[in-house]
Each structure stands twice: as structure tokens, then as C-alpha cells.
């Protein structure tokens, strides 16, 4: 079992920035971001293989940046220039089988972080 810690949510104006970090108890070959505003459904934000290769929701690309430390097991997403409609609870997510947008094929998940950006 695979436990992973979301941190680094908050509120923010537009225009402004955050990073988000989860910490995994051991390592997956996927993980992956991904959101839920409410009343809408889970959408992937960004996710990144262990070869390094990443993949970005079409609304956050040149915005958002995946990255990951491979030795502490910690996924990051930096976020800048956000919006209103970047607000949502975003999840950490992790498995291994190479990374698709497909929440449900996940296996493991963080319990979420609030990302608020107000206009």
C-alpha cells in the first residue's frame, strides 16, 4: 500500500502562484495531479512517468509545471499565472502502470489540497 500526503494548497489571487508537493510512502512508476472542482467532475491536471516524460491537461499547459525527486519519493507541481477557474481540490495520484488520465485506473490517492484563486 502506497500512502501519499498532499501539501501546499492555499489561497491566491490571479495572476499569482503556489506549488504543491506529495509526499509517497515508496515509489510508483505513475503519479500524477489531478482536480475536482464542485460540481464537476475529476479532470488530470498533469502527470509524469518515472522515465521522466510528462503529460499536461491542454487548460494548465505553459502554466504548470510536473516535476519529481526521485529519491525523497516527492511529486511537486509548480502553478503559476492562476486563474478562477484553476480552483478546485487537487489530488495527488500514483500507480504502476505508465500514466493515462483515467482517474479511476489509479490505485492510490492523497486525501486532496484546496487551491483557491480569487479574481
Known amino acids: 500500500q502506497v500512502q501519499l500526503v498532499e501539501s501546499g494548497g492555499g489561497s491566491v489571487q490571479a495572476g499569482g502562484s503556489l506549488r504543491l508537493s506529495c509526499a509517497a510512502s515508496?515509489?510508483?512508476?505513475?503519479m500524477a495531479w489531478f482536480r475536482q472542482a464542485p460540481g464537476k467532475e475529476r479532470e488530470g491536471v498533469a502527470h509524469?512517468?518515472?522515465?521522466?516524460?510528462?503529460r499536461y491537461a491542454d487548460s494548465v499547459k505553459d502554466r504548470f509545471t510536473i516535476s519529481k525527486d526521485n529519491a525523497k519519493n516527492t511529486l511537486y507541481l509548480q502553478m503559476n499565472s492562476l486563474k478562477p477557474e484553476d480552483t478546485a481540490m487537487y489530488y495527488c495520484?500514483?500507480?504502476?502502470?505508465?500514466?493515462?488520465?483515467?482517474?479511476?485506473?489509479?490505485?492510490?490517492w492523497g486525501q486532496g489540497t484546496q487551491v483557491t484563486v480569487s479574481s
Open positions: 515508496a515509489y510508483t512508476y505513475c
Open positions: 495520484a500514483a500507480d504502476n502502470k505508465l500514466c493515462r488520465w483515467v482517474a479511476y485506473e489509479y490505485g492510490y
Open positions: 509524469i512517468n518515472s522515465d521522466g516524460s510528462t
